[in-house]
């Protein structure tokens, strides 16, 4: 089965500063891949995702990259905020007809200092 | 408002003590899934299921089950919960039309087995 993981697990960075989360996957079937941004006590919400038809998509001051070659792909955060604090899971999904078959990695726990 | 509902949130039981964790959507998204969540580990899929009376093991099914009789519930079952057990679960939905698309997650159930 699909085997995510996700590196760092925890990223400390000044306000201001670049954060980036790296992941990669097993599963050469998968075309979709999903950041969630999970705040203290709350549910995880989808910040951006990604399909294996495209190498980069842009959303303001978040990024995701796409290698499907290396089966890699990264988050992008800019300009970071101390709102940006939170825990970052990236997934993927299976290939085929079991596509709604999602894999989660492990999270990282972003701390952006003021 | 579009929601995904779980109940309860907090729930205390003892082993082998048969429950159901409650999951509605109101969004009439077709693809629905549990997740659970302990520390260092990220978001495990349960089961999912893509539409009434289909549902698929996802990563952790073991000790686990699930009905999708309507579109907009899907319980999950503890016939006989252990420790092992105890965790944060998360219900999640999605429009599927072949392809994945965001997943709203639910308030999420916190479940302490003794």
């Known amino acids: 089965g699909e085997n995510v993981e996700q590196h760092p697990s925890t990223l400390s960075v000044q306000e201001g500063d670049s954060a980036v989360i790296k992941c990669t996957y097993s599963?050469?079937?998968?075309?979709?891949f999903p950041w969630y941004k999970q705040e203290l006590g709350k549910r995880p919400q989808l910040i951006i995702d990604?399909?294996?038809?495209?190498g980069e998509k842009k959303d303001q001051r978040i990024a995701v990259t796409l290698n499907k070659t290396a089966k890699h792909f990264s988050l992008h955060i800019t300009e970071t905020q101390p709102e940006d604090s939170a825990v970052y899971f990236c997934?993927?999904?299976?290939?085929?007809?079991?596509?709604?078959?999602?894999?989660f990695g492990q999270g990282t726990i972003l701390t952006v200092h003021p | 408002e579009a929601q995904v509902t779980q109940n309860p949130r907090y729930l205390i039981t003892v082993t082998g003590k048969k429950l159901t964790v409650t999951c509605s959507q109101n969004?009439?998204?077709?693809?629905m899934s549990w997740y659970r969540q302990d520390p260092g580990l990220g978001l495990r899929q349960i089961y999912y299921?893509?539409?009434?009376?289909?549902?698929d093991k996802g990563d952790v099914p073991e000790g686990y089950k699930v009905s999708r009789k309507e579109k907009r519930n899907f319980p999950l079952i503890l016939e006989s919960p252990s420790p092992n057990q105890t965790s944060l679960y998360f219900c999640?939905?999605?429009?599927?039309?072949?392809?994945?698309?965001?997943?709203?997650f639910g308030q999420g159930t916190r479940l302490t087995v003794v």
């Open positions: 999640a939905s999605s429009w599927a039309g072949g392809v994945n698309t965001e997943a709203f």
């Open positions: 599963d050469s079937a998968s075309n979709y």
């Open positions: 990604i399909r294996s038809n495209v």
């Open positions: 997934a993927a999904n299976a290939g085929g007809t079991s596509y709604g078959k999602l894999t």
């Open positions: 969004m009439n998204h077709e693809y």
């Open positions: 299921s893509m539409n009434v009376e289909v549902t």
